[in-house]
């Protein structure tokens, strides 16, 4: 049934997929490649809120509360993704418990990695804070940490 409501995009390297501000009209979930979810101001300083890979997904806030695109999502490879309009993701959620389940889990892992940067902001010192960036950087490479 889902893949009747899917449709695949490919997208080169440095494609804005949504920007911030946007009207939200879909949910994309990743294939391959990654993409980087930012905010920018008027001056053209940016701040870079998560790294996304294979498996993970964007833009269901707009879809859950009808509201703007609230950052902007740039590839930072080739990707492929799955869009999944907002009608036909309100319609599966609704008749989909394992979906509605798996969409709650990303958003809870989003807030609490929100809540361990506010807390590192709020309470690390400068020589903590680049500590936990070059962690939050680094990626898991025959079991080892690598930045």
Do not use: Q, W
């Amino acid at each position: 049934m889902l893949t009747t409501m899917v449709t695949r995009r490919s997208a080169s390297r440095s494609t804005t997929i949504m920007a911030g501000g946007d009207a939200t009209d879909s949910l994309y979930i990743v294939l391959s490649g990654r993409l980087k979810v930012m905010m920018s101001d008027s001056d053209g300083k940016e701040v870079i809120l998560s790294i996304l890979g294979p498996g993970e997904f964007f833009g269901e806030m707009g879809l859950i509360d009808d509201e703007p695109r609230s950052a902007s999502v740039v590839t930072i490879e080739p990707c492929e993704l799955l869009a999944i309009d907002k009608r036909d993701f309100k319609k599966t959620l609704m008749e989909n418990n394992e979906m509605c389940m798996a969409v709650m889990r990303g958003l809870v892992k989003r807030l609490r990695e929100a809540d361990r940067k506010i807390g590192s902001l709020a309470l690390l010192d400068v020589y903590g804070r680049v500590a936990r960036l070059l962690l939050d950087m680094a990626e898991n490479v025959n079991g080892e940490k690598v930045v």
